[in-house]
């Protein structure tokens, strides 16, 4: 793809082994780097960060996720929902504040099929919210006050959205 320009593409785990058992998660970063021949050091450099669910690679566990249908949840909350919400609320001046959730980009559900398919290529790409400056709480010591006020509060929006839809 020389035509586009210069793609570099870095994949990494999402999470630590033992951080989430309904999902391999992993960080993937493309960036595009292009050049502009026609004017000299005239460089642009593009880069989109996604977080990316996949079924876990363990298949019993990926059975047991497929069973309580933890990732068609999670695509229909995303493609459905929050979408709705977007699109009920688009002319409120905060819905960016008060709906704060990733971005889609991608998804695709692959449903096991004994002896045809095994799930594993159900997958949702998402917006990288570390990327945004957004971290985990601690897993030991938990949410501190502010994480936890803050998530409250963005409860009570979403509680607040739905209502008024």
């Known amino acids: 793809m020389p035509q586009y320009g210069q793609i570099h593409v870095k994949a990494e785990s999402g999470s630590t082994l033992g951080d989430n058992f309904q999902s391999d998660m992993f960080i993937v970063t493309a960036q595009l780097t292009r050049t502009n021949n026609t004017v000299k050091d005239d460089t642009s450099i593009s880069t989109l960060s996604t977080f990316v669910k996949v079924q876990p690679s363990y298949s019993f566990l990926r059975q047991a996720a497929d069973d309580m249908c933890a990732h068609h949840r999670e695509i229909n909350m995303y493609h459905n929902f929050f979408r709705l919400l977007r699109e009920v609320h688009e002319d409120h001046p905060m819905l960016f504040y008060f709906l704060n959730v ?64």
């Open 102 to 165: 990733p971005d889609v980009y991608y998804s695709h559900i692959e449903d096991i099929i004994p002896g045809e398919t095994d799930g594993s290529g159900t997958c949702i790409l998402l917006e990288n919210l570390k990327a945004e400056g957004y971290r985990m709480a601690d897993k030991v010591e938990g949410g501190d006050y502010q994480h936890c006020k803050m998530a409250l509060n963005s409860l009570a929006h979403y509680h607040a959205l739905t209502l008024s839809a």
